[in-house]
Every structure is written in structure tokens, then in C-alpha cells.
């Protein structure tokens, strides 16, 4: 099984710089950085050619976030210059990945912050918080503590 990737996506997103040259109204306009799906924002464009408010339409859901989330560039509705100020989410909300697995074809999650849950059948004599060891008949939750596999 591959190793689970950890997301991020966009909670908030306001005005930074208001660019100028846009099609006045309103336009569909994406973020330009980061890696996986960007975000997508209604922006208004006002008369002179500024983008003066955004509202979310898709959160986006980044495996590298964005370069700058406080200065996002974005694409679309002729704006020159405008950016984006993100307010993104934390990658490890809550996740859990899916399983039953045993302690050995637990995945590596390199890279990856604390809190991934999930859930093991061979545990033997597991601790609360303690290191796990394979190979015995007790099934436990785990987490990810940002270096090893620990039993809840």
C-alpha cells in the first residue's frame, strides 16, 4: 500500500494586492502555486479594472502548499498583479488512514506532522503512548507522534 499523503486546503481567502487591467464584474480566478488542486475564488472586479472582493468557491487540496499563502497569485478575469492572502488548514486535522494493518506494514509517514490515527491487529502487550511491537493478538488504535507509530 502507498504511503498516505498528507493535504492542506484553504479555510479563508481575502483580497492582498488588487491587481489592475481585470474585466470588470465578476470571474472565476485560480491560485497559482502549490502543488494538487488550487484553489478557485469568485473575485468582483470593479469598473477600473481592480479586484476589490473575493468569496471561496473551491477550497483546493494541496499536497505542497502554496508558495506564499500571503501573497498568492492568481489567473483569470485579465488581472495583472493581484494576489490572494490564504488562510490555509492544518494537513493533519483529525486524519486517519484507512486500514486494519499489522505493526510492520504500518506506513512511513516521512515528512508528516503528528496526529495521523489508525488501526493495528497484531499489537503485543501495547502501552498507552508506548512503542509498538508486532507479532502478538491485541488490536489497538495508533498514532502518528511525527517520528513512530504509537498505541492510544
Known sequence: MANPTATTEVKLASVGLAGSGGTPGNAILLGTTGVGRKVAVVGTISASGALTSVALLDSGAYSTAPTLPSGEPVSGGGLVGATLILNMSD????????GP???ATLPTMTGVGAGTQAYVTDATAPIYNGVLTGGGAVACNVWWNG???LST
Open 91 to 98: 494537513p493533519l486535522e483529525f486524519s486517519s488512514i484507512p
Open 101 to 103: 494493518y499489522t505493526v
Open 147 to 149: 517520528t513512530a507509530w
